[in-house]
């Protein structure tokens, strides 16, 4: 939940997100939450997990500007999904 207040409060271009979080509220549920917010632009998001199915990798790469990165990666790779996000 402080995730969504921090993304709400900063609105930041690109959030990195993984599907294992502490708390109530999964990766999953953290990137519905974020996608219905309401005003302003909404943030790419790059999926970073270890945990990460090629059917769920899928799904979420159908949601316009969210994309997956598989752990473990490179840094160049990174750099590159990152890019490919913003630009």
């Not at 502490?22 to 939450?33: T, Y």
């Not at 799904?59 to 840094?75: C, E, H, I, M, N």
Request: aromatic share 4%; proline share 7%.
């Amino acid at each position: 939940e402080d995730g969504l207040t921090t993304a709400a409060e900063f609105q930041p271009d690109l959030v990195l997100l993984d599907l294992i979080l502490s708390g109530d509220l999964d990766g999953e549920g953290f990137l519905a939450k974020l996608r219905s917010s309401p005003g302003g632009e909404l943030p790419k998001v790059l999926v970073v997990s270890g945990m990460v199915s090629d059917a769920l990798a899928d799904k979420l790469r159908q949601t316009p500007g969210v994309d997956v990165l598989a752990k473990p990666f490179s840094l160049p790779e990174l750099s590159r999904r990152i890019e490919a996000l913003l630009y």
